[in-house]
T-cell receptor
Framework: GDSVTQMEGPVTLSEEAFLTINCTYT??????LFWYVQYPGEGLQLLLK?????DKGSNKGFEATYRKETTSFHLEKGSVQVSDSAVYFC?????????FGTGTRLQVFP | EAGVVQSPRYKIIEKKQPVAFWCNPISGHNTLYWYRQNLGQGPELLIRYENEEAVDDSQLPKDRFSAERLKGVDSTLKIQPAELGDSAVYLC????????????FGAGTRLSVL
């Protein structure tokens, strides 16, 4: 079946460092891909999305490119802030189902 | 615009007790989802509603879990009796009918079964 694999956390960075969180997927057909973020004590919020190959989703300085050839959707940010500390979930949507990875905790220190 | 509202935020019960969670989706969203999120894991779908009809409940443990969405708006998820392994965060999400792939999540109910 369809699945999403994310790099394990926590990812610990200093403020202004470059961020990459890896995500790969397995799916039949042509899924849409998403990154959701979960801040402490809050629900999941959609961060960005891409609906077809080579699309780049971006929001709040984060971006990810839908790479069909490598079945990947890695999340990047050029300069992280303390306020970016959260758990990040990669997800795919296929045949009316949203399937999540296990999440990657990001901790940013001043 | 109000988001997805869930209550209670936290619930602590003893095993074998019943428990219920409530969800109010975003106004106008026809599709409603219940997910379970175990510690350190991503959410997993329990049931999906289109208006008042449950269209995907294949992952709902029907021996102890039940759900309803009367009038196609609010929804309730019930567990009876609860087991220790039911401790998790229960998330509700909703989406507009035309764009099901964008789901909006509530803050969740954290259940602890002692």
């Amino acid at each position: 079946g369809d699945s999403v694999t994310q790099m394990e956390g926590p990812v610990t960075l200093s403020e202004e460092a470059f961020l990459t969180i890896n995500c790969t997927y397995t799916a039949t057909g042509y899924p849409s891909l998403f990154w959701y973020v979960q801040y402490p004590g809050e629900g999941l919020q959609l961060l960005l999305k891409a609906t077809k190959a080579d699309d780049k989703g971006s929001n709040k300085g984060f971006e990810a490119t839908y790479r069909k050839e490598t079945t990947s959707f890695h999340l990047e940010k050029g300069s992280v802030q303390v306020s970016d500390s959260a758990v990040y979930f990669c997800a795919l949507h296929n045949t009316d189902k949203l399937i999540f990875g296990t999440g990657t905790r990001l901790q940013v220190f001043p | 615009e109000a988001g997805v509202v869930q209550s209670p935020r936290y619930k602590i019960i003893e095993k074998k007790q019943p428990v219920a969670f409530w969800c109010n989706p975003i106004s106008g969203h026809n599709t409603l989802y219940w997910y379970r999120q175990n510690l350190g894991q991503g959410p997993e779908l329990l049931i999906r509603y289109e208006n008042e009809e449950a269209v995907d409940d294949s992952q709902l443990p029907k021996d102890r879990f039940s759900a309803e969405r009367l009038k196609g708006v609010d929804s309730t998820l019930k567990i009876q009796p609860a087991e220790l392994g039911d401790s998790a965060v229960y998330l509700c999400a909703s989406s507009p009918g035309a764009t099901k792939n964008i789901q909006y999540f509530g803050a969740g109910t954290r259940l602890s079964v002692l």
